[in-house]
């Protein structure tokens, strides 16, 4: 009978009250304010005493496994099919509200995630010989020399602008 009276006792150690629970879910969702989170959970105070609560809580090695248990989860929600689907939602609705500066962002964002725009600057690092400049010059002459191909120019739309080169 002591066994179990002992098991059920550290059981109850190991489990958080309600305010904790509520302070672990409320310090994850401010990014780790831990005042902030101590008054959402219900704690009464001064902004002193919530924080001195807030300290006193994570002091508690349960609440600190909880915590991280709760970022973990955080954690493996965050994939990039996710982001992309979100990048989907918040630019349908910002376009829907008018804005169309944050929907355009969030198309940016969401065409740079699937690889549409990518960054074409030449970082080089060293030093750079004559024989380096020469080459590269050469490389650009010849790209000068293509010829470019605009499929687009023998669209219908564009046919006054062709006129308008060629004229």
């Known amino acids: 009978m002591p066994e179990l009276v002992t098991k059920l006792s550290r059981q109850k150690q190991a489990a958080l009250s309600r305010m904790q629970q509520r302070f ?3 310090y994850v ?8 989170a101590a008054r959402k959970a219900g704690y009464k105070g001064t902004d002193n005493a919530l924080g001195v609560q ?14 991280a248990q709760e970022l ?18 918040i630019s349908h609705a910002a376009q829907e509200a ?3 500066g944050p929907a ?3 198309e940016e964002l969401l065409g740079k995630s699937i690889g549409m725009w990518i960054d074409q600057t030449l970082q080089l690092q060293g030093v ?10 050469d490389i ?28």
Do not use: C, M, Y
């Not at 969702?29 to 902030?36: C, E, L, R, S």
């Not at 973990?72 to 939602?89: G, M």
């Not at 020399?145 to 004229?167: I, K």
């Open 24 to 26: 672990v879910q409320e």
């Open 72 to 89: 973990a989860k955080i954690d493996a929600d965050v994939t990039p099919r996710r982001v992309q689907r979100r990048l989907h939602e």
């Open 140 to 167: 650009a002459r010849q790209r000068r020399a293509e010829p470019v191909e605009l499929e687009d120019d023998a669209s219908p739309h564009n046919e006054g602008t062709q006129r308008a080169w060629e004229g």
């Open 104 to 106: 355009v962002r969030a």
């Open 98 to 100: 008018g804005q169309f």
């Open 128 to 137: 750079l010989k004559d024989e380096h400049i020469t080459a590269l010059l």
């Open 29 to 36: 969702a401010a990014n780790g304010n831990g005042t902030q």
């Open 54 to 67: 807030a300290h006193d809580n994570l002091r508690l090695p349960k609440v600190n496994s909880a915590i």
